[in-house]
């Protein structure tokens, strides 16, 4: 099995998508799993998991009523995860293709005190009980902040989005050591999405961001990496073939199942795609 491990699908409205700036015009228009398609066979990729880019319920449903459409498609979409009533939006928003959700903690005021609250961890319990996959959007700023919350919810998987969008100008060694706490707890999975956007001003080259792939191998091993495109936030700083390739190239010397495991068969194990829930890797 192979899988872009993240994705977005949107219609654009700027007033939707405040955070897509007025200088990212490439990103100003539709992207439709239609769209996507193409790149996924070209990449011999078989399905993908479309993330939340709104913190609306809105488009949660939308996500999934495409992804209905396109069966190859599995949704992380977004909940008030703090909610009073957030077992009656959960039975609401209930759907085989939704596999869990995300919060872009990156965008609160105060990322660190936002995880602290008491009514997201509430929430946080809650979704673990009904092994909903929990994903974090934060920066490098934040990942001790991230490390004490994933150390208190490990009932179910935990997903770092971007590598915890590295400090790139730092290198990948003071990344590796920021993350490696975060990064010895076995719940917690790390996507390699991201990396070409973090790159100042866009402008990368695989010899300046290969040492956090290796660092993330290192780190969290091949069984806890996914692939991830980010596309179409990626066509910022590279078409969807290049980061694939920075990807292949990256990994090129891995064994099969090592290869296997971030193409593909880590994301179908974390998302349950093969119906399996692996607990023995949760707290008993």
Excluded at 83 to 103: D, I, K, N
Excluded at 151 to 165: E, I, M, P, S, T
Excluded at 232 to 248: D, K, M, S, T
């Amino acid at each position: 099995m192979r899988i872009d491990a993240h994705q977005h699908f949107w219609r654009y409205d700027a007033v939707d998508y405040p955070w897509i700036a007025e200088s990212m015009t490439r990103l100003q228009q539709d992207y439709l799993p239609d769209d996507l398609a193409p790149l996924l066979a070209q990449r011999q990729l078989q399905g993908s998991i479309a993330v939340q880019a709104r913190q609306c319920v809105a488009e949660t449903q939308q996500l999934l009523q495409w992804a209905q459409q396109h069966a190859a498609t599995q949704v992380v979409g977004w909940i008030d995860v703090s909610a009073a009533h957030l077992t009656a939006q959960l039975e609401a928003l209930q759907h085989p293709l939704l596999r869990g959700f995300r919060h872009q903690v990156q965008d609160e005021r105060d990322p660190a005190a936002w995880l602290r609250q008491p009514r997201v961890a509430s929430g946080i319990r809650l979704l673990q009980q009904r092994d909903y996959v929990w994903e974090m959007l934060l920066t490098w700023r934040h990942l001790a902040d991230a490390t004490r919350f994933a150390a208190q919810h490990d009932r179910h998987w935990l997903v770092l989005d971007h590598l915890g969008k590295p400090d790139i100008a730092r290198g990948a060694q003071a990344w590796g050591e920021q993350v490696a706490e975060l990064a010895a707890m076995p719940h917690v999975v790390c996507k390699l999405s991201g990396l070409v956007t973090e790159a100042p001003q866009g402008q990368w080259h695989s010899a300046q961001l290969r040492p956090f792939i290796d660092e993330a191998l290192a780190r969290f091993g091949p069984q806890r990496l996914m692939f991830g495109s980010d596309w179409p936030v990626c066509l910022l700083a590279a078409e969807y073939h290049a980061v694939a390739q920075l990807i292949e190239d990256a990994i090129a010397e891995l064994a099969t199942d090592e290869q296997a495991a971030i193409w593909g068969n880590t994301a179908a194990q974390v998302y349950s795609l093969t119906g399996e829930k692996h607990e023995s890797v949760f707290a008993g």
